[in-house]
């Protein structure tokens, strides 16, 4: 009996310490599964305040792109479309040239409006933000993320038909006529051009044919415009939505 008590004793006294251990890492263990899961959620919400902000980002780079394609949709295209119907009958040979030289030539001109130098106006300054930091994963929205790529690609792609839709008749109008004056076109800036050789080439057989093509060409513009700009109005809305949702979820 006299030599067992000193080991139940060194028993005991192990035990608990082995519980004392126990319940010391449980404690540990459960602080750092704490402090890990306080860090995944502060660092969830910075990204969410992220997110939010880029999304902001994305709808004020939409609203530039909408700004510039209503603004052709609104002027620059009807301008175009009513040049070129004010020269058509003229250019056919249907009617004969007008007296008011400075309207007839400012029409030619005019109808040249989107095509000199085509351009698709795209603000990709978010997108090229995303792409270069690898923040494109703040947005969590699969369908979301997946829309908006497509909306650059999109215009990467409509881009290309444009130009590959483009014809002669800007250049030919550049070439007789001075663009840079398009607004403010008049006799006397025609001097050092010369009317006589500009009539000559716009009242040629050639040149009816590029008024053809123009015409098709700004029917294009019209509806590839129209369509992107529907395509942001309702990027802007779901954006819209989305950014209510997690600003009601911070």
Same mark, same amino acid.
């Given at each position: 009996?006299?030599?067992? =008590? ?10 608990? /310490? ?22 995944? !959620? ?9 997110? &939010? ?12 792109? /909408?700004?510039?394609?209503?603004? !052709?949709? =609104? ?65 969590? %929205? ?9 909306? !650059? ?7 290309? /038909? ?10 030919? &109008? ?8 398009? %607004?403010?076109? %008049?006799?006397?800036?025609? =001097? ?47 954006? =819209? ?10």
């Amino acid at each position: 009996m006299l030599t067992g =008590e000193p080991v139940n004793g060194r028993t005991k006294s192990l035990g608990k /310490r082995i519980a004392w251990l126990f319940w010391e890492t449980l404690i540990i263990v459960v602080g750092v599964l704490i402090a890990l899961g306080l860090n995944d !959620y502060w660092t969830d919400r910075q990204e969410r305040h992220l997110e &939010v902000a880029y999304l902001k980002r994305f709808q004020a780079d939409l609203e530039s792109d /909408r700004e510039w394609l209503s603004f !052709y949709l =609104e002027q620059q295209i009807p301008r175009k479309f009513a040049a070129l119907g004010a020269i058509a009958p003229i250019v056919r040979g249907q009617e004969p040239v007008p007296a008011d030289l400075e309207t007839f030539l400012l029409n030619v001109s005019l109808g040249a409006l989107g095509g000199v130098s085509p351009s698709f106006f795209v603000t990709s300054t978010t997108k090229d933000d995303l792409t270069a930091t690898g923040n494109f994963r703040l947005v969590q %929205d699969v369908a979301l993320r997946g829309r908006i790529s497509q909306y !650059y690609v999109a215009y990467a792609n409509n881009h290309k /038909r444009l130009v590959a839709r483009t014809t002669g008749y800007p250049a030919t &109008v550049v070439s007789v006529l001075p663009s840079e004056l398009r %607004d403010k076109l %008049d006799l006397k800036a025609m =001097e050092g051009w010369g009317i006589d050789p500009a009539l000559e080439v716009v009242l040629s057989k050639d040149f009816q044919f590029l008024l053809n093509q123009e015409y098709n060409f700004a029917y294009f513009l019209d509806s590839l415009y129209s369509n992107q700009l529907q395509v942001i109005e309702e990027l802007c809305r779901d954006l =819209e939505a989305h950014i209510e949702m997690l600003e009601h979820n911070l």
